[in-house]
């Protein structure tokens, strides 16, 4: 097919959740991070998916995106809003059966008057300074907040990523401060905080990348696949230039081919020198920028120009790409654009 194809393996998610809840102890949930539409995936998809592998607490950023996972997930399921109660979110946070998580006064009083006996999760600021209740703020309404019966009082790692950064015991030592004792669930850890080990697991895990085949879940299942079909291959001259402002040009005669991919495909364009894109095993270096539509790729090495290149596969994951783009996985998959055909494999 002369299109672009985005193939997500369902299985595979639903194999990373499995591995994730293995590697906590039995006691402890694994819930399913699906939000920015599921790290660009399909929330709907993978949170049908998830809920069929056995996880029955999802969490989403936004309350808008709640309505999708809902209608997904059946009416069993936990879904929790991390950007809390905001004004305006009465109706989507009644009629999905929403959970905000609340992190400020405000969103405490304004859940409180708006919705009374409506559940609720707590988020607290254990150090990120991003999102939750300040030390203050939650000594001052703890006593309120823990008659009201939250479903879960949480915090956020900020360096997760890194399991010898001495934030992540700073945080866990200052989470433990505000909240041992309490009789409610706790949740701190997210893919990273899954993989430094059981102090970090509380009642419930919130898993996200690990669950799409990034880091650090270093033993993930990869997810995902892309391809792009070849549309025209040529030969280029010494000297001559390839692609906008000429920003490669041909050493020795070389075979260039053209894909049907761009940014606007979410392939940034600071992937440009340094990325590869591969026939089968076989690297193949991305030479000029990448355009909207279009990315010009050196094919001069092989004996036979494919009719397709992939740009994600078993040989290039997608934290390989994003170390060619500078980024990091995560901004690789929620970029990855709507044009793409994409096919689901899997998930029955
Ligand atoms: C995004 C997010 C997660 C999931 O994090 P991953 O690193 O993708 O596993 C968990 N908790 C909160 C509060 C988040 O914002």
């Known amino acids: 097919m002369a299109h672009a194809h985005l193939t997500i393996d369902l299985d595979a998610i639903a194999a990373n959740w499995r591995a994730l809840d293995e590697t906590s102890p039995p006691h402890v949930e694994t819930g399913a991070v699906v939000k920015a539409d599921g790290y660009g995936l399909g929330s709907g998809r993978v949170a049908a998916t998830l809920a069929r592998a056995g996880a029955t607490s999802f969490f989403v950023a936004q309350a808008g995106e709640g309505r999708e996972v809902r209608k997904a997930v059946g009416d069993e399921a936990d879904i929790y809003v991390f950007a809390g109660h905001l004004d305006g979110d009465a109706d989507l946070l009644t009629a999905s059966r929403l959970i905000p998580c609340l992190n400020s006064p405000d969103q405490v009083a304004r859940h409180f008057s708006r919705l009374p006996g409506h559940p609720f999760a707590v988020q607290l600021d254990s150090g990120m300074n991003r999102l939750g209740l300040e030390p203050e703020d939650w000594d ?34 200052q989470f433990r401060d505000m909240t041992d004792g309490i009789a ?40 995902v696949a892309l391809s792009a079909p070849v549309i025209q291959t040529r030969t280029v001259r010494p000297f001559e230039t390839v692609g906008y402002a000429n920003s490669w040009e041909a050493k020795i005669e070389s075979r260039i081919a053209t ?32 355009s909207m539509d279009l990315i010009t790729v050196d094919v001069t090495h092989l004996d036979e120009v494919p009719e397709r290149l992939d740009i994600l596969s078993p040989a290039q994951g997608v934290d390989a790409l994003a170390d060619a783009a500078g980024t990091i996985g995560y901004e690789i998959l929620t970029s990855l654009g709507h044009r793409y055909a994409r096919h689901y494999t899997g998930g029955a």
């Open 140 to 173: 001052a309404l703890k006593g309120d907040l823990i008659d009201a019966g939250p479903r879960l009082v949480m915090s956020h790692l900020a360096c997760a990523d890194e399991p010898d950064h001495p934030m992540n015991a700073r945080q866990l030592t």
């Open 184 to 223: 409610h669930r706790r949740s701190l850890g997210a893919t990273g905080g899954i993989m430094m080990g059981p102090e970090y697991h509380f009642d419930l895990t919130r898993p996200g990348v690990g669950l799409y085949g990034g880091l650090p879940f270093a033993e993930a299942t990869p997810v």
């Open 259 to 290: 894909i049907s991919a761009g940014y606007a495909d979410g392939l940034i364009r600071a992937m440009g020198p340094k990325a590869q894109v591969y026939a089968g095993n076989t690297p193949c270096p991305v030479v000029g920028r990448v």
